[in-house]
């Protein structure tokens, strides 16, 4: 079956550097996501990688590893705004979307 | 921001009702998505339409029905509620179904529904 994990809930400090984690199995691959999600409102697209390497964009980055199934989102210079869910979701060979449950990020002052 | 709004944005039901959940978009996009988002379950596709009345299904979609009669709606159909159907869902639009393309989905602002 196809599957995505990544830790249910992450705590980091104002100001801190957080990575969170994500790993996939799925047939095929063709890209994965980052979205952002603050409680109660829509999911956000923050990041796409297809390629192997890293991704910035200005405080948060995204990197690739698809030998090994992997991807983290690093997030720099935490800010409170920042606390949101945060989710993965690899495209598989049919170009079908495949969601992870989400990470919790909370940021503490 | 992409103009999407979805309609109710909270409704309460009791079992067996029908419960019609509206998508309006008003950037022409072609495709159009049905997600359910249940706490520990990543988004779980429904339906999803690729133009005015050519729709199919996603990986949840037993208990659900959609129409698009035209490019800017589109309609999720409980035909007879229950309880398993509580959940929060999302409609989202994008520019080309091979989502590696465009790297984004646009989701409105979900509809939280309740079955009693």
């Known amino acids: 079956g196809q599957n995505i994990d990544q830790p249910t809930e992450m705590t980091a400090t104002e100001g801190a550097i957080v990575q969170i984690n994500c790993t996939y199995q799925?047939?095929?691959?063709?890209?994965l996501f980052w979205y952002q999600q603050h409680a109660g409102e829509a999911p956000t697209f923050l990041s796409y990688?297809?390629l192997d390497g890293l991704e910035e964009k200005g405080r948060f980055s995204s990197f690739l590893s698809r030998s090994k199934g992997y991807s983290y989102l690093l997030l720099k210079e935490l800010q409170m705004k920042d606390s949101a869910s945060y989710l993965c979701?690899?495209?598989?060979?049919?170009?079908?979307?495949?969601w992870g449950a989400g990470t919790k990020l909370i940021i503490k002052p | 921001d992409a103009g999407i709004t979805q309609s109710p944005r909270h409704k309460v039901t009791e079992t067996g009702t029908p419960v019609t959940l509206r998508c309006h978009q008003t950037?022409?996009?072609?495709?159009m998505y049905w997600y359910r988002q249940d706490p520990g379950h990543g988004l779980r596709l429904i339906h999803y339409?690729?133009?005015?009345?050519?729709?199919d299904k996603g990986e949840v979609s037993d208990g659900y029905s959609v129409s698009r009669s035209k490019t800017e709606d589109f309609l999720l159909t409980l035909e007879s509620a229950t309880s398993s159907q509580t959940s929060v869902y999302f409609c989202?639009?994008?520019?080309?179904?091979?989502?590696?393309?465009?790297?984004?989905?646009?989701f409105g602002e979900g509809s939280r529904l309740t079955v009693l």
């Open positions: 979701a690899v495209t598989d060979s049919n170009y079908q979307l495949i």
């Open positions: 990688n297809v």
């Open positions: 950037e022409n996009h072609r495709y």
């Open positions: 799925t047939s095929g691959f063709n890209g």
């Open positions: 339409s690729y133009g005015v009345k050519d729709t």
């Open positions: 989202a639009i994008s520019e080309d179904g091979r989502t590696e393309n465009t790297g984004e989905l646009f």
